[in-house]
């Protein structure tokens, strides 16, 4: 990396999540790096996302899990409200067991992936490189 000339501008990242093994394995991983980064990261469950100001957070993060194929309501429904210019602020990982889910999300990168703990890293450093590519200046 190259070295910054004047100060650091920090971006805060919201990451909002279920619980999980596999999900928190991920979410612990992508904000260690994000923090290296010199990003801050605030970590909340999914069900507390409506309280929060999306125009505070420069990336948001939602973890899911798959439900009927779809990803969760508590997804659905935020995005739902979000304009064209925050959901380009999104990333969107939705876990099931085979890895397969419709998420039927337009406008928003979205990444669906197996829980199984091989895949941790491979799945946290995904995340990482597409909230790099929003965060950058």
Not at 51 to 63: E, M, R, S, W
């Amino acid at each position: 990396p190259v070295a910054a000339q004047g100060p650091v501008l920090t971006k805060r990242v919201l990451v909002a999540t279920e619980a999980s093994n596999f999900k928190d394995a991920v979410v612990m991983q992508l904000a260690e790096t994000l923090r290296k980064d010199g990003h801050t990261v605030d970590i909340i469950s999914l069900d507390l996302l409506g309280a929060q100001t999306i125009g505070d957070f420069q990336a948001i993060v939602l973890v899911n899990s798959c439900r009927a194929w779809r990803p969760s309501s508590a997804v659905r429904d935020f995005l739902e409200k979000l304009n064209d210019a925050d959901k380009k602020k999104l990333v969107v990982l939705t876990t099931a067991n085979s890895g397969e889910c419709d998420l039927k999300i337009g406008g928003v990168d979205a990444i669906s992936a197996a829980s199984k703990r091989t895949g941790i890293a491979s799945v946290s450093q995904t995340v990482v490189d597409k909230l790099r590519a929003r965060l950058a200046p």
